[in-house]
Structures are given as C-alpha cells and as structure tokens.
C-alpha cells in the first residue's frame, strides 16, 4: 500500500489546489523560455541577486538591486540574504536527509554580523515542531512540491526558530523544497520577489497561518501559489531581457 500523503486535505481547502495548479503552470511555461537554453546561467545569477534583495527587503532591509549589484550595500542582513542564495545549490541534496542541519546552516549564513556568534545555528523555539516538519522534509514523497514548500515556509515564519533574520531562513528553505522536489530544479523562480510584490498580503497570510485554522491555511496557501507564479512571472522577464542583451 502507497503511504498516505499527510498533507492532502489541504488540497481540499477552497481554491488551493486552483490556485497551486495555476502556480505550476506558470513555473513550467517560465522555464521553457527560449533564453533559458543558451543563457541560464545569466537568467539564474540575476534570479538569485533580486530574490536576495526581496528577501532582505521583506525582513526590513531594502535596497536598490543596483546598489547591491555595484556592491555599495554592506548591510548584513542583506549581505547574509546574498551568502543565503549563493549556497542554495550545494545544499539541495542534503535538505532532504538533513533538515535541521541545513536550517541550521542557513541561520548562520544569514546572521553571521547580526547575533552573536554563539547564537548562529542555534534553535530559539519551537524545537518540536521543527522535528516534525523534518520528518515531512524527509519522510513525506507524496505531497505536491508547492504544497510541501509553502508548509515548509509557514511553519518556519510562524515559528521564527532562530534569532534574527529567520525569515530569510524560511524563504530559502522553500526554495529549497521546491528545488529538490523538482518543480524549479535550476533554482529559476524568484519567490521571493513575488512573496514581496504582495507585502501586506504576505504578512497578513502569514498570520493567518499562525493560528492554524482552515480558513488561515487557506489564506496563506492561496498567496504561496500567488507569490509563485507572481515569482515565475519575474523569470519571464528577466529571460527577456536577457535575450533582448544577447
């Protein structure tokens, strides 16, 4: 008998899986753009500085892209959303056997120069649940890789398990999910500027999460798949002009 997936009557829930559906259509309509084929490692180096930048910019820090591009900006919240990004690719096949120590790994990319030292990798809160959510990380092969990433992300900014910019931590590690689950397997959807684009509705879903209602479920997962194809929509373009540039 196939395991039962977990989190499945989350689908059930009223416009989610529409709202997830239209998500992954964007992805996949995103990431066959014709730039994609001769030019990806410039489409995914400026999809990895703007989601930085969003990231950064959704935990208070914002800058101009071109600020940061020109490496004026020595913001280390900022700086430790930039470390964040650059890892993300060496850290895809370890999230699924090692959560925690990828989270842990993560906290100390973005915080170092924001806590102490002795507070980098180090749990705050919510030790129990982040056993959990490592046992759907590392257990759970049936739930859809959106679905798995935006529970993976709300339960991270509902639990702020880390000091500091654990938001950045959240962010990436839904990145993650969502890399290795296959859905962006390159890392070319700038979340992270789609979960911006939508600020107020970002924190208000968020919280509406955090009391773990179905009517706050329902809020937080329509936004994730919002702020995904919000994301996809942001590689559209970035394609573009790099196409246009060639």
């Known amino acids: 008998m196939l395991p039962v997936d977990p989190l499945a ?12 559906d239209a998500a992954r259509d964007r992805v996949d309509a995103a990431l ?3 730039a994609l084929r001769r030019h990806g490692g410039l489409v995914a180096a400026e999809v990895s500085l703007r989601s930085a930048v969003a990231s950064a910019a959704i935990e208070g820090h914002r800058y101009e892209a071109e600020d940061v ?16 990004a650059e890892a993300l690719g060496g850290l895809v096949d370890l999230w699924p056997r090692a959560p925690r120590q990828v989270l842990a790994r993560l906290h100390v990319l973005a915080a170092r120069g924001v806590v ?18 490592a046992g759907l990380v590392t257990g759970d092969e049936r739930t859809p890789p959106l679905l798995l990433a935006a529970i993976v992300h709300g339960e991270l900014l509902t639990l702020r398990p880390f000091a500091g910019p654990s938001g950045v931590v959240a962010r990436a590690a839904a990145r993650l999910t ?18 911006l684009s939508r600020g107020p509705e970002y924190g208000g879903a968020s919280g509406a999460y955090a009391t773990g209602t179905p009517d706050g479920l329902r809020s937080w997962l329509r936004h994730y798949g919002s702020a ?10 970035i394609a573009d002009a790099v196409l246009a540039a060639a």
């Not at 102490?116 to 959990?132: E, F, M, N, Q």
């Not at 995904?228 to 373009?237: C, D, I, L, W, Y």
């Open 32 to 34: 066959r753009h014709r």
């Open 178 to 195: 969502l890399i290795g689950r296959g859905l962006d397997p390159r890392g070319l959807v700038a979340v992270e500027v789609g979960h």
């Open 228 to 237: 995904v194809r919000s994301g996809a929509e942001e590689t559209t373009t």
């Open 9 to 20: 009557p989350l689908l059930g829930l009223a416009g989610v899986a529409e709202a997830l």
């Open 116 to 133: 102490p030292d002795a507070d980098l990798g180090r749990l705050v809160s919510g030790a129990d649940r982040i056993d959990a959510l």
């Open 69 to 84: 591009r020109a490496g004026t900006v020595t913001d280390p919240v900022l700086q430790g959303a930039l470390r964040v």
